[in-house]
């Protein structure tokens, strides 16, 4: 059994910052890509950025600039640095994981949520 926790959402002023992290625990061998997500009222859950095991990041075009990635594998967490938020980004933010668990199998993980709201 794998969890994701999420933790670092809230409220923030337009041209604010916030910082979410990520971290994974249970039977796990190894973590391939880890990533965010987010989705909003009445919209499909999108892509916000990700990051290999080795560090290879991918940004939605929407926060290229604005948001960056990071990850600790040894502590198997992922962060994301949010910078300059506009209201459009206010979602609810999802951590994911390709996981590889102790018995091989592999799925992909997801965590439960954490609001960020951008004030205009």
């Known amino acids: 059994q794998v969890q994701l926790v999420e933790s670092g959402g809230g409220l923030v002023q337009a041209g604010g910052s916030l910082r979410l992290s990520c971290t994974a625990s249970?039977?796990?061998?190894?973590?391939?890509?880890m990533g965010w997500y987010r989705q909003a009222p009445g919209t499909q859950r999108e892509l916000v950025a990700t990051?290999?095991?080795?560090?290879?990041?991918n940004f939605a075009d929407a926060v290229k600039g604005r948001f960056t990635i990071s990850r600790d594998n040894a502590k198997k967490t992922v962060n994301l640095q949010m910078n300059s938020l506009k209201p459009e980004d206010t979602a609810v933010y999802y951590c994911?994981?390709?996981?590889?668990?102790?018995?091989?199998?592999?799925?992909?993980?997801w965590g439960q949520g954490t609001q960020v709201t951008v004030s205009s």
């Open positions: 994911a994981a390709e996981v590889v668990a102790t018995s091989r199998a592999r799925f992909n993980s």
């Open positions: 249970g039977s796990i061998f190894s973590i391939d890509t």
């Open positions: 990051i290999t095991s080795g560090g290879v990041t």
